[in-house]
């Protein structure tokens, strides 16, 4: 979307017009919902913290900053609130299958295993999944990258090269 | 090589959500709705609930005076309230009167 058209949807939605932020929602729910499909545990999840995520943003459009993209901004909230959403289901995973723990688990081989790419993505901390679900997969930069995850430059740079080494190995992938 | 194959295989493992989703759309306007809705409720219920306690603080003291004044200002305050209602009406007709092509 344009800059110039995107800022004024936004001064119209800031003065409370719906059909302006409905606007901004079309033009932004696919690469809101691209990047959580990569961080929720399914794409139904996924769409339900988008749209958190959307109402979220709404609520909150006075604190968006000159110089902040609304894809940023909302990208933002949304990655809060996958991470709140995973501690509740690990919290609840943890609860419900503890004898899970009892059972004796093999460790598959990183060198033979081909494992399928959303099975390898999982296997990345959420940090570093979210990392390259922007940078790689998505088209976002580093510094956008580092705003979403409120995570400094470096550290950003840094989660990208180790996901991208853990996933050329786990994929197969030649370096 | 590695980054543009990394990327490829990114990109075709999880096909991206439509680029148009009305449905998402209204889902989301949906939400925003109720989310208006019940901010309001709340904004109105506390307003209440203010002006409540408010008053029952107030009116011990300026119950005396409204009791004085009462009498006196009976005419006045008909004619206000006949005014209000009168211009009331009017707002809530203006639209249905432009309908019918009067300038209103």
Redesign the interface.
């Known amino acids: 979307m344009d800059i110039a058209i995107e800022t004024a949807l936004l001064r119209r939605a800031r003065d409370g017009s719906?059909e302006a932020?409905?606007r901004l929602?079309?033009a932004h729910?696919?690469a809101i919902?691209?990047f959580l499909?990569?961080l929720a545990p399914n794409p139904a999840d996924a769409?339900d913290l988008?749209?958190?995520a959307?109402?979220t943003a709404?609520?909150r459009l006075a604190r968006l900053r000159d110089g902040i993209s609304f894809r940023t901004f909302v990208c933002s909230i949304a990655y809060r609130k996958a991470l709140n959403d995973r501690r509740r289901f690990n919290r609840a995973s943890a609860r419900d299958t503890a004898w899970h723990d009892l059972t004796p688990q093999t460790q598959t081989s990183t060198a033979d295993a081909r494992l399928?790419?959303?099975a390898a993505?999982q296997t990345l901390p959420i940090d570093v999944r979210a990392a390259?679900?922007l940078c790689?997969?998505g088209d976002y930069s580093h510094s956008e990258a580092a705003e979403i995850l409120a995570l400094p430059l470096g550290t950003i740079k840094s989660h990208i090269q180790k996901g991208?080494d853990k996933?050329?190995a786990l994929?197969g992938?030649?370096? | 090589?590695?980054?543009d194959?990394?990327?490829a295989?990114?990109?075709?493992?999880?096909p991206?959500?439509?680029?148009?989703?009305f449905a998402?759309?209204v889902?989301?306007?949906d939400?925003?709705?109720r989310?208006k809705l019940a901010e309001g409720v709340i904004t109105l219920v506390l307003g209440v609930v203010a002006v409540t306690a408010l008053l029952y603080f107030v009116m011990p003291y300026i119950t005396p005076a409204i009791t004085r004044l009462a009498a006196p200002l009976l005419p006045a305050v008909g004619i206000l309230a006949a005014l209000a209602v009168i211009a009331f009406t009017w707002e809530q007709m203006r639209p249905a009167l432009r309908q019918y092509g009067l300038k209103v």
């Open positions: 719906d932020f409905s929602v079309g729910q696919q919902r691209a499909r990569r769409d988008a749209q958190e959307f109402v709404w609520s399928s790419v959303q993505l390259v679900s790689v997969a991208r996933l050329n994929l992938v030649s370096s | 090589m590695s980054d194959a990394l990327k295989l990114l990109v075709a493992d999880e991206a959500p439509p680029a148009h989703d998402f759309m889902e989301v306007m939400k925003v709705a989310r």
